[in-house]
């Protein structure tokens, strides 16, 4: 064997392979240190890619999953309401019984009296029922109007409709007072016009604000307008409800939302309007409308929890396949610690067998010495 000393290829040897075991030592202690087998695209592209994605849809199904409970609540909220309303109709339905017999003679006003305040009171709790400040109980869902209302009627704008019951509308304008009044059904609110103002019609949930700097002659062509939009049944204009949209899903699919829309139970909306027990024939007459409107509330009722059903079967699967999800991804990106610590400890001691056998090829120079003695 030559004996050389300007070269030792020894050393470069167990130089080499420490430095590889000293880089897989590393590797070993960022893994157990992150609890992750890729930490780095460098570690695996394509797992990381993958994961990653996994991680996206994980993430977008746990919103889902949230959206799925907060639509469960809108129809709790909903539900809460419609049992005070159907409890007044059974008390309703008890009055207009006491009413219609003639036992009753000498108490009719104060049964009919009794019975006013309930009905008022139903259409109270239908308009303010409410989640996140929007209203569930007289017609929930995205509302909107026909016509070009904003474009075809000018100095008006902000026209809304958010509070308003679905149907058919019909204006009157009276051009001596600037008076507005709208009808819907039996129900009839009026407002007057003003320049730079919101008119407000409350009880009906309508809205809309006047530009500055409209004349008289200007308000009168407002009124004209309204009068003049013609939509179908002779009405002036009509607000229409589309069903709300939960997004339970990662996707933008049809099947990833769901949507519901809950029907109005104002008392227009249940037919109580004219409801009067101030008579024998008309509280006789009454029973039959109550009994409608309590099967009209049923049905609604039914549709709400048939909602909810649906939403804990839809809420359980995304539990499902986040769990399953999560458990691919993890199969991907998290590091077996027992089989990374036996990868640890083989690295550890191949580290300090290089650093020894380093220092002996570091010595065998050193033989040449007894050459030159």
């Known amino acids: 064997m030559a004996l050389r000393i300007q070269n030792n290829i ?24 992150s609890g992750f087998k890729i930490n780095r695209a460098a570690d695996n592209a394509s797992g990381m890619s993958i994961s990653q994605k996994f991680r996206a849809q994980i993430a977008s199904l746990k919103m889902a999953s949230q ?34 017999s003639s036992n009753s003679d000498g108490s009719r006003a104060e049964i009919n009296a009794e019975a006013t305040q309930l009905i008022n009171e139903i259409d109270r709790i239908s308009k303010s029922t409410e989640y996140n400040n929007v209203s569930l109980l007289d017609g929930y869902g995205t509302k909107s109007y026909s016509s070009a209302i904003d474009t075809s009627i000018n100095n008006i704008f902000n026209f809304k409709v958010d509070g308003a019951a679905t149907g058919s509308y019909d204006v009157s304008y009276n051009t001596t ?13 009026s407002a007057t016009l003003q320049t730079n103002a919101t008119i407000n019609f409350s009880t009906l949930g309508i809205s809309f604000q006047i530009g500055k700097n409209v004349d008289a002659t200007e308000l009168d062509a407002i009124g004209a307008s309204f009068q003049g939009l013609g939509a179908s049944g002779n009405k002036d204009f009509a607000v229409t409800g589309t ?8 996707t933008d699919s049809a099947n990833k939302r769901l949507s519901f829309s809950i029907s109005a139970v104002t008392k227009t909306a249940l037919n109580l309007d004219g409801l009067d027990l101030s008579s024998q024939s008309s509280a006789q007459s009454a029973l039959s409308t109550i009994d409608t409107a309590i099967n009209s509330l049923n049905s609604i009722r039914g549709d709400i929890g048939a909602y909810m059903n649906r939403l804990s079967y839809a809420q359980s699967n995304l539990q499902t396949a986040i769990e399953n999800l999560t458990a691919s991804e993890s199969v991907i990106r998290d590091v077996d610690m027992a089989a990374e610590m036996s990868e640890f400890t083989k690295n550890q001691i191949l580290q300090q067998a290089g650093v020894a056998m380093l220092a002996q090829a570091n010595a065998l ?8 003695g």
């Open 365 to 372: 120079p050193q033989a040449v010495l007894s050459l030159l």
């Open 243 to 250: 069903a709300a949209q939960f997004q339970i899903g990662d």
């Open 10 to 33: 020894a050393s470069l040897t167990a130089n080499r392979n420490l430095a590889r075991t000293t880089s897989a030592l590393s590797r070993s202690l960022e893994k157990l240190s």
């Open 67 to 100: 959206n799925a409970t907060e639509a469960n609540s809108v129809l709790q909220v909903a539900e809460g309401g419609i049992e005070q309303i159907a409890n007044m109709l059974v008390r309703l339905k008890e009055l207009a019984t006491q009413a219609a």
């Open 177 to 189: 007072t600037n008076v507005m009044t709208i009808t819907f059904g039996s129900q009839t609110e």
